[in-house]
Every structure is written in C-alpha cells, then in structure tokens.
Nanobody
Framework: QVQLVESGGGLVQAGGSLRLSCAASGRTFGFYVIAWFRQAPGNEREFVAAISWSYGTTDYADSVKGRFTISRDNAKNTAYLQMNMMKPEDTAVYYC???????????????WGQGTQVTVSS
C-alpha cells in the first residue's frame, strides 16, 4: 500500500502563490507517476499536473501551464506543486495521486491523498 498526505493548502489572494506538498510512504516503489488533481464544488475531478517519479518528466493541464510547477524530491519521497499567479478559478480541493502511468484520467491512479483546500480570493 501507498499512503499520500497533502499539505500546504490555504487562502490566498488572486495573483499570489502557494506550494502544496504530497508526502508518500509505504510501498512507494509500486508507482511511477505522481499527479495533482483538483475538484471544485459541482465539478468533476480534473487533472492539473503529473511528474514521472524516476525521470522527472512533467505534464500540465492547459489551464495551469506557465503558472504551476510540479516537482519531486526522491530522497524525501515528496512531490510538490508550486502555484503562482493564482486565479479565483483555481479554488478547489487539491488531491495528489499515485499510479503506474501518466494520464489525465483519475481512474488510472491507484492511490489518493485526503485532499487539501485551496481558496483564491478576488
């Protein structure tokens, strides 16, 4: 089993920044990709960004490209999502997920964190 714990959410003004962390523990060799998803009330869970644990290859949703940066620290078993130039439409619960391949579909990910709330005020 893999356990994922997110942290770093909170309230920020539009144009501001936040950094989310996703700490992984357990059988971490069982996955190859860490991804961030978000879900706003009434919306489906949507892909934000993903990173290959071994190679560092990244992928981003168009809505966050150029503003968000995903990274990982293998020694700490932790992935990060640096969010800059934030907009009110970034408001959502953010989840990290782990799975065997990089895909935008949440169904492909085996493990999920509990989520952390991010609120961007206008």
């Amino acid at each position: 089993q893999v356990q994922l714990v997110e942290s770093g959410g909170g309230l920020v003004q539009a144009g501001g920044s936040l950094r989310l962390s996703c700490a992984a523990s357990g059988r971490t060799f069982g996955f190859y990709v860490i991804a961030w998803f978000r879900q706003a009330p009434g919306n489906e869970r949507e892909f934000v960004a993903a990173i290959s644990w071994s190679y560092g290859t990244t992928d981003y949703a168009d809505s966050v490209k150029g503003r968000f940066t995903i990274s990982r620290d293998n020694a700490k078993n932790t992935a990060y999502l640096q969010m800059n130039m934030m907009k009110p439409e970034d408001t959502a619960v953010y989840y990290c997920a782990a799975g065997p391949r990089s895909t935008w579909s949440p169904r492909a990910y085996n493990y999920w964190g509990q989520g952390t709330q991010v609120t961007v005020s206008s």
